[in-house]
């Protein structure tokens, strides 16, 4: 069975501050790697992707990749108490038909102002 | 109307009863998707429509049977439902091309009593 994990949390960040979340994934045939933002009683919504090992920022989000190492990483400089959410990984699955993807648990993240 | 969207947003049903979930994609995207999401476990996915034609079914039981009459609509049809199927229903849909990014909508919020 093909997994993705993340630390479940909740990640305490002061606002300001640098939130950073981590997650591994077994299936060294993943090739591409998104991260989703899920406000509590929301649908996931997307927020970065990322498919090249290195960083890929946006705005202040930076998402790192390594297949080497099979992590995948999101950082989110000057969080902010809107940043306060649970953050998804996800990553697709080489094994099974094209378009599945493989959802981590998710990271709760919670701001303090 | 935008983006992804589902009805009903919220639904309570007798485990006798039948219903349908309604998701429609607005996006031009060709494949769409239902997950399920309960309580601190990861989004579990429950089928994929790839131009309307299935392509998985996650090992879910009969009692959920999915319609895909176009590339555009999405239903879930529900009967003899146990309490343990309450969750969030999610339905997403994507362009199926190497980055496969999945938008989701805002999900139906079942109860089965």
């Known amino acids: 069975q093909k997994e993705v994990e993340q630390n479940s949390g909740p990640l305490s960040v002061p606002e300001g501050a640098i939130a950073s979340l981590n997650c591994t994934y077994s299936?060294?045939?993943?090739?591409?790697f998104f991260w989703y933002r899920q406000y509590s009683g929301k649908s996931p919504e997307l927020i970065m992707f990322?498919?090249?090992?290195g960083d890929k920022e946006d705005g202040r989000f930076t998402a790192q990749l390594n297949k080497a190492s099979q992590y995948v990483s999101l950082l989110i400089r000057d969080s902010q108490p809107s940043d306060s959410a649970t953050y998804l990984c996800?990553?697709?699955?080489?094994?099974?038909?094209?378009?599945?993807?493989?959802f981590g648990a998710g990271t709760q993240v919670v701001v303090t102002p | 109307e935008t983006g992804v969207t589902q009805t009903p947003r919220h639904l309570v049903m007798g485990m006798t009863n039948k219903k349908s979930l309604k998701c429609e994609q607005h996006?031009?995207?060709?494949?769409m998707y239902w997950y399920k999401q309960s309580a601190k476990k990861p989004l579990e996915l429950m089928f994929v429509?790839?131009?309307?034609?299935?392509?998985e079914n996650n090992s879910v039981p009969s009692r959920f049977s999915p319609e895909c009459p176009n590339s555009s609509h999405l239903f879930l049809h529900l009967h003899t439902l146990q309490p343990e199927d309450s969750a969030l229903y999610l339905c997403?849909?994507?362009?199926?091309?190497?980055?496969?990014?999945?938008?989701f909508g805002p999900g139906t919020r079942l109860t089965v009593l």
């Open positions: 299936d060294r045939g993943s090739q591409s």
């Open positions: 429509y790839n131009f309307k034609e299935q392509t």
């Open positions: 997403a849909s994507s362009l199926l091309d190497f980055d496969n990014e999945q938008f």
């Open positions: 990322i498919y090249s090992n």
């Open positions: 996800a990553v697709t699955a080489t094994t099974d038909s094209w378009g599945k993807l493989q």
């Open positions: 996006l031009g995207h060709n494949a």
